[in-house]
């Protein structure tokens, strides 16, 4: 069983920064992904980023590449989700997820969640 908790959301203006968190306890962590998805209101939720615990191997949407780092922190058990240069439409809400095995994009893959954390962004 694993569980996780978002903090770090909040209201920013364009070309700002966040730093979201995802707290994870649990045990076997190092066989897991952990993802990042964002869900916009009346959209269905995407993929963002996601980090191997084990090896620190990430992937990202194209959407965040270049803009966004994701990270872990094993002496923590945190994830992170850094955002650099908000846009408008990164306006959404945000979650962590986590699954066993390697990473993949659909959401409905991943076995454990967050609450979320909204980020909007204006303009």
């Known amino acids: 069983q694993v569980q996780l908790v978002e903090s770090g959301g909040g209201l920013v203006q364009a070309g700002d920064s966040l730093r979201l968190s995802c707290a994870v306890s649990?045990?076997?962590?190092?066989?897991?992904?952990m993802g990042w998805f964002r869900q916009a209101p009346g959209k269905e939720r995407e993929f963002v980023a996601a980090?191997?615990?084990?090896?620190?191997?990430?992937f990202y949407a194209d959407s965040a590449k270049g803009r966004f780092t994701v990270s872990r922190d094993d002496a923590k058990n945190t994830m992170y989700l850094q955002m650099n240069s908000l846009k408008p439409e990164d306006t959404a809400a945000y979650y962590c997820?986590?699954?066993?095995?390697?990473?993949?994009?659909?959401?409905?893959?991943?076995?454990?969640w967050g609450q979320g954390t909204q980020v909007t962004v204006s303009s």
């Open positions: 980090i191997r615990w084990s090896g620190g191997s990430t």
């Open positions: 997820a986590a699954r066993v095995g390697t990473y993949v994009v659909v959401p409905n893959r991943y076995d454990y």
């Open positions: 649990g045990r076997g962590l190092f066989t897991y992904t």
